[in-house]
């Protein structure tokens, strides 16, 4: 039989080499609210949310001034952060819509509700949460079926309650 991870394996952090550490720790913390936790000289520092000692990793060490890998190359889709309900999820869109930051898209997908958009580097970055585990939608077998329906983030950040 293959190895299965168990089922409270998570992701523990992502680390992401950036082109200019002053700006991405600019993004991470004051856009989208993570913590700085250490600066590593003038080459890496290390985010996280709450008292955890990092989410997300940053460094310059192979990448300082770089440019992101053009279209059709392999890397890094998107990298996604899960908030804790909608509300949640409402503020930081704010927080990045006062930014100036676009969104690439917004999508419910049966199981979470999420918008994309792009690092100061042009990672992709997903901000989401997910819905009740008793509300996912299922076929006939019983397996997961996710959808991509679109929606306006104005409108989703207007109805904030519902």
């Known amino acids: 039989m293959a190895y299965t991870a168990p089922k ?43 008292e955890y000692h990092h989410h997300i990793g ?3 060490w192979e990448s300082e001034g770089g440019l992101p890998p053009p279209p059709g190359h392999s890397g890094l889709y998107h990298v996604a952060f899960l908030y804790p309900d909608r509300a949640a999820l409402v503020a930081v869109m704010q927080q990045v819509r006062n930014a100036g930051i676009p969104f690439d898209g917004a999508a419910h997908h049966g199981v979470s509700t999420a918008v994309y958009l792009r690092d100061p580097d042009g990672n992709g970055v997903e901000l989401y949460y997910d819905l009740p ?10 397996d997961l079926v996710f959808v991509n329906d679109r929606f306006d983030t104005d409108a989703f950040i207007a109805a904030k309650g519902q």
Do not use: M
Request: glycine share 10%; aromatic share 10%.
């Open 133 to 142: 585990q008793d509300v996912w939608p299922t076929d006939e077998n019983g």
């Open 58 to 60: 940053l460094n310059t």
């Open 8 to 50: 409270t394996t998570c992701v523990g952090h992502i680390h992401l080499k950036v082109s200019d550490l002053d700006r991405a720790i600019a993004f991470y913390r004051d856009v989208l609210g993570f913590t700085l936790k250490l600066r590593y000289g003038d080459g890496a520092a290390f985010l996280a949310a709450g």
